[in-house]
């Protein structure tokens, strides 16, 4: 058995039917270069032949009334593909438009938790010839460099199929044990969450200590409940809506070089313009420069401290948009000054703070707080906690061939929530920015006016650069 550590739990305490905690890899994969052709139950094939080798995508929840700690991964004894790969099309004609109504749909709908949580949805019916994957994974299961890294073990860097590990084919996450579950999780209760505890007080209480010092010197990031409010930060639907861009990485590097940033300045410098012209068509736009909440892996940080290190291995930085400003360039400066400051200050804090803290997450009570928090509309009683989720991750920086077919594009899709219903996720990879733009519909009805929003903010830096 493998214990999820309080952060994975979370999301799933998290979810309602109305917040699913869910992380998506959208691909757009050219099928002729299968060898031997495409056929549908030919990758489906192919893909259970490699999970044979992939042990985290055969595990399942595993939970007891005698268990007082987090829920369980083990092995799915009656693994069945079937169950989790599915075959659709989208009407005529085929384009994008098309493809994000189905994908906005699919991500609306809730994972078996009697199963590993994960699907994948092959989609046929593109005008250009080529089919989409969608793969949908529990947000308890992954983080954003997990996500990477496993579609990195589902593509490889030819279009013929790899060996498998045979290391790893031997490899599983266990059989269900009751006795050892309710021993585990008393021992983790009673005795590991307390030292746990001990250690993450001392450095918690500094935080707002240094936080007021920062704030008083104008050095610190902006803290949780100081965002204005927008039409994001309301409560949300189980209904979702898809945008999808696609940026030349050469192009960002272009201004990334211009003015001595880096590409996530850009990103959020560009993100920051986009939003600002989004909310100016709806006269919306907040005289204050909206929030951003920018996760950051802490995958190789010392997690000692920890009870259980678990899968999701990330903490957030706060940073404001300069979406209060009108010209492109001086966003581009903005962004990378007030980043720079948000760096420095979240540099101070524990890098496992929040992982810490979530092992002591009740889940029960959480569960409960959350659909409660969910149906009475609580979201507009306070000021938002930020505007908008923006995550930037890094991708390989050369073709993939994902079950044989050529990857053209991958476009990442990640959670919103309850008064926080706009994520912005970016992935690069094979020269490209690949922009995915999630909201919730009664919210957002017109978000491809955001991911186009993105195109433009790019083609005004580049006349700039010129």
């Keep these: 058995m493998q214990r999820l550590s309080g952060l994975d739990a979370s999301f799933l305490y998290l979810e309602t039917r109305s917040q699913l905690m869910q992380v998506i890899g959208l691909m757009e994969i050219d ?9 549908f139950e030919k990758m489906r094939d192919e893909l259970e032949r490699r999970i044979a080798a992939m042990p985290t995508f055969r595990r399942k929840l595993d939970n007891s009334m005698l268990n007082i700690d987090h829920p369980v991964w083990i092995e799915d004894d009656r693994f069945d593909i079937e169950r989790h790969v599915h075959r659709v099309a989208v009407p005529a004609p085929g384009g994008e438009l098309e493809v994000a109504e189905l994908c906005g749909h699919l991500a609306g709908q809730t994972l078996d938790r009697g199963k590993p949580l994960w699907e994948l949805w092959i989609i046929e019916g593109l005008s ?50 009751r006795t050892s579950m309710a021993v585990g999780g008393a021992v983790n ?106 996760p950051v892996s802490v995958h190789g940080s010392d997690e000692s401290s920890l009870v ?34 948000s760096k420095e200050h979240h540099a101070e804090i524990d890098a496992n703070m929040l992982r810490g803290w979530a092992q002591f997450a009740p889940g029960t009570t959480m569960s409960t707080l959350m659909k409660f928090y969910g149906d009475r509309h609580l979201a507009t009683s306070h000021p938002p ?25 991958v476009y ?33 009805p017109d978000v491809w006016s955001i991911a186009h929003a993105f195109d433009e903010e790019l083609k005004q830096l580049l006349e700039v650069c010129d």
């Design 308 to 341: 259980t290190t678990g899968t999701n291995k990330v903490t957030g930085m706060f940073t404001r948009l300069p979406s209060d400003l009108a010209g492109p360039v001086e966003r581009v400066e903005r962004a990378a000054e007030l980043t720079r400051t």
């Design 128 to 177: 250009d010839g080529k089919i989409a994957a969608m793969l949908r994974m529990h947000h308890a299961g992954t983080d954003g460099v997990t996500s990477a890294e496993m579609l990195a073990q589902l593509c490889t860097l030819t279009p013929e199929s790899p060996d498998l590990d045979h290391d790893k084919v031997e490899e599983t996450a266990g059989p269900s044990s």
């Design 31 to 39: 099928p002729s270069t299968v060898p031997g052709g495409y056929s």
């Design 189 to 294: 209760f009673f005795v590991q969450r307390p030292i746990a505890m001990a250690k993450l007080v001392p450095g918690t209480v500094s935080v707002p200590i240094g936080w007021f010092r920062r704030s008083r010197s104008k050095s610190a990031m902006p803290a949780p409940f100081q965002a204005p409010r927008t039409r994001f930060n309301s409560p949300i639907t189980p209904h979702r809506a898809i945008a999808l861009t696609q940026l030349s990485l050469g192009d960002v590097k272009r201004v990334k070089n211009h003015f001595g940033v880096t590409v996530n300045d850009v990103v959020l410098a560009i993100t920051g313009g986009a939003l600002r012209s989004y909310l100016l068509e709806h006269d919306e736009l907040p005289e204050q420069p909206l929030i951003a909440m920018v």
């Design 412 to 444: 990442p899709l990640g959670p919103i929530f309850h008064g926080l219903g706009l994520n912005i996720t970016v992935f690069s990879a094979d020269g490209h920015l690949n922009v995915g733009v999630v909201a919730c519909t009664d919210q957002t």
């Design 385 to 409: 906690i930020f505007n908008v989720l923006v995550s930037n991750v890094p991708g390989p920086d050369f073709p993939l061939y994902f079950l044989g077919a050529r990857v053209t594009s």
